[in-house]
């Protein structure tokens, strides 16, 4: 079992920039992909950044260049450093683990507003 805990959501400006935390537990050591969604009123949860054992990343059109995903093993953490935000990226963002499940965390709520 691994557990998934979000923190760094809230309110941002147009322009602004946030940092997203997932702090993994348990059974970390299954894990061998990382990875943000997130899910916008009345849409699908969609993948936003994700990240896999070894450092490669890969990205969502509409966040790259802006977005980076990142991984300290040491602390157990993933973050995604999300900069020049856009009212489009208002969404829940959920932390996700692919280990011999698939794991999500209870999600943080991001607003881009003015």
């Known amino acids: 079992q691994v557990q998934l805990v979000e923190s760094g959501g809230g309110l941002v400006q147009p322009g602004g920039s946030l940092r997203l935390s997932c702090v993994a537990s348990g059974s970390i050591f299954s894990i061998n992909v990382m990875g943000w969604y997130r899910q916008a009123p009345g849409k699908q949860r969609e993948l936003v950044a994700a990240i896999i054992n070894g450092g490669s990343t890969n990205y969502a059109d509409s966040v790259k260049g802006r977005f980076t995903i990142s991984r300290d093993n040491a602390k157990n953490t993933m973050y995604l450093q999300m900069n020049v935000l856009k009212p489009e990226d208002t969404a829940i963002y959920y932390c996700?683990?692919?280990?011999?499940?698939?794991?999500w965390g209870q999600g943080t709520q991001v607003t881009v507003s003015s």
């Open positions: 996700h683990a692919r280990a011999t499940s698939y794991y």
